[in-house]
């Protein structure tokens, strides 16, 4: 074969096969990199309000309170409850702070008035009751708030500060809050039924005396009746 046949003959080369093998695989030496996902930023504990309104175990008109996000979004802000406390330093939280402040030195006032003529009140109740005045029950908040009802007075369950039911005839003390500033200590007197048994029977022996004693100073003295007898022998005589 000549030189020239030869340079363009094809040439020969063995078959590429893919290399599996684990020593035949090159592993880069350049440091691997990783790269941490971006975590979402953690919600707050807590978010500041302050309170347009009391709300019971929470506070009172003009209050910041913490509480949680949910509770406050969800529930105190679209129920017009509370305000955001972020930025108090502006002109407007300030101005309704003072609105705030106003609506609940009104409501104090008012408060107060409500108390005064609850003092003027008489509070009474009777209930069955054995000798030694032991009531056949007891009275509890509910016949406090008939009583208060029937005085053009309304309250609510939570308003009544009663230690616990009245088991016995007697005045008993309890506290009625009228408002979270002002409270007023009232009494309630329990009458037992034997007591307005007894009671009933005196006024009618009282009565009774009474008419007597008018009957009595209708009829003449003995003086009087000298005096009469005189003056009917002075007209015959003449």
């Not at 409500?114 to 509890?140: D, H, N, Q, W, Y």
């Not at 609510?156 to 200590?185: K, Q, W, Y």
Request: charged share 25%; net charge negative; hydrophobic share 40%.
């Amino acid at each position: 074969m000549s030189r020239r046949a030869a340079r363009s003959s094809p040439v020969a080369f063995p078959e590429c096969r893919p290399r599996t093998s684990a020593c035949c695989v090159q592993r880069s030496s350049a440091p691997e990199i990783w790269h941490s996902c971006p975590t979402p930023a953690a919600e707050e504990d807590t978010v500041k309000l302050i309170l347009t309104q009391d709300v019971s175990n929470l506070g009172v008109i003009g209050d910041t309170i913490d509480v949680k996000p949910g509770y406050g979004r969800n529930y105190l802000l679209p129920q017009g409850m509370a305000l955001l406390a972020s930025g108090k330093k502006s002109k407007e939280l300030k101005h309704r702070l003072q609105y705030l402040e106003k609506l609940r030195a009104g409501a104090v006032a008012q408060a107060q008035e409500i108390a005064e003529k609850l003092k003027a009140l008489t509070l009474e109740v009777t209930r069955k009751s054995g000798p030694g005045g032991r009531l056949f029950g007891s009275v509890t908040y509910r016949d406090l708030l008939e009583l208060f009802q029937a005085n053009g007075f309304k309250f609510e369950r939570r308003s009544i500060l009663l230690p616990g039911p009245i088991r016995n005839v007697g005045a008993h003390s309890f506290m009625v809050r009228v408002h979270t500033d002002v409270r007023v200590e009232l009494s309630v007197k329990v009458i037992g039924q034997q007591d307005a048994e007894q009671a009933a029977q005196a006024l009618a022996e009282q009565a009774a005396a009474e008419q007597r004693d008018a009957e009595a100073g209708n009829e003449p003295t003995l003086e009087e009746e000298e005096a009469l007898l005189e003056q009917e022998s002075e007209a015959d005589a003449a």
